[in-house]
């Protein structure tokens, strides 16, 4: 009797374990189905305004030029993908596209659609509300919230060398010429560190909401400021007030 008892418990066991899996099996399933959905109404949406949109001025050539770079690189991406991490991947990267054409249609001027969903990347970088211009190591770099024929080059907020880069339209895409090594990094940190110093302060942008997201998180590159105050000879740029007034509060806490 103990012995049937003993069996029949073993199988109760085995079967609620064959059950518990194959149940895990199946959310895992339609978790996985509903991403790959998401993330594919995403890309068609993306593929139907890069098909649909045209035009010759600069700004919109440029912006399509990159959504369209975004489609495949989200296609790609959905070919390859197998796991929920991987679609959602590529979700982003379609709406990283979208966000590019719906830039061109506001450089079309026409209706530039529903709002998107907020991108990861994005997250805490704000946007520029007024125009802005420098000189950098002897060249000028303008930035604005509206495109025109000086700001043909749209990006939708990120980060650069982990600062964050508010979206707007820029005089030349600087954030990807200076990924490189060496001198094309140091211009970068330059033209960020110029760009949105507190002398191009916007009383109109959310500081909080931007401090809580990560613009504290600059705090860290105080270092590297000394380093590229030391290799550039010194002066305003060096030591200090590079390292300290970008990373150390006026950029990382003040007002854009």
């Known amino acids: 009797m103990e012995l049937l008892l003993v069996a029949v418990l073993v199988l109760l066991l085995v079967g609620a374990l064959v059950w518990w899996r194959r149940e895990r099996a199946a959310r895992e399933a339609r978790s996985l189905a509903d ?11 993306l593929g139907g305004q890069v098909m649909n949109l045209h035009g010759d001025d600069p700004a919109v050539r440029q912006a399509l030029v990159d959504a369209g770079e975004r489609y495949n690189a989200a296609g790609s991406q959905l070919e390859q993908a197998r796991t929920v991490e991987q679609y959602r991947l590529a979700r982003e990267t379609a709406l ?4 590019y054409a719906r830039a061109a249609r506001v450089a079309l001027g026409i209706d530039p659609g529903p709002e998107l969903p907020p991108l990861a990347a994005a997250q805490g970088a704000g946007q520029l509300t007024r125009e802005r211009q420098v000189d950098v190591q002897g060249q000028t770099f303008r930035a604005g919230p509206q495109p025109g024929r000086d700001t043909p080059y749209y990006y939708p907020g990120g980060r650069y ?4 880069v508010p979206a707007g339209w820029y005089s030349t895409p600087w954030w990807k010429t200076a990924l490189g090594a060496g001198a094309g990094v140091l211009g970068g940190v330059l033209i960020a560190d110029a ?7 916007d009383p109109g942008y ?6 809580q997201e990560g613009f504290g ?7 590297q400021g000394g380093e590229a105050g030391g290799e550039l000879g010194g002066g305003d740029v060096g030591g200090g007030d590079f ?6 509060g006026d950029f990382g806490g003040g007002d854009w």
């Open 206 to 211: 959310g500081y909080d909401a931007g401090y």
């Open 96 to 99: 990283e596209g979208l966000t």
């Open 161 to 164: 060398q982990g600062r964050p």
């Open 195 to 201: 760009l949105f110093s507190p002398g191009f302060a």
């Open 243 to 248: 390292g300290g007034d970008f990373g150390g």
């Open 35 to 45: 991403v790959r959905a998401d993330a594919q109404r995403w890309y068609e949406r």
């Open 217 to 223: 998180d600059a705090s860290g590159y105080g270092d």
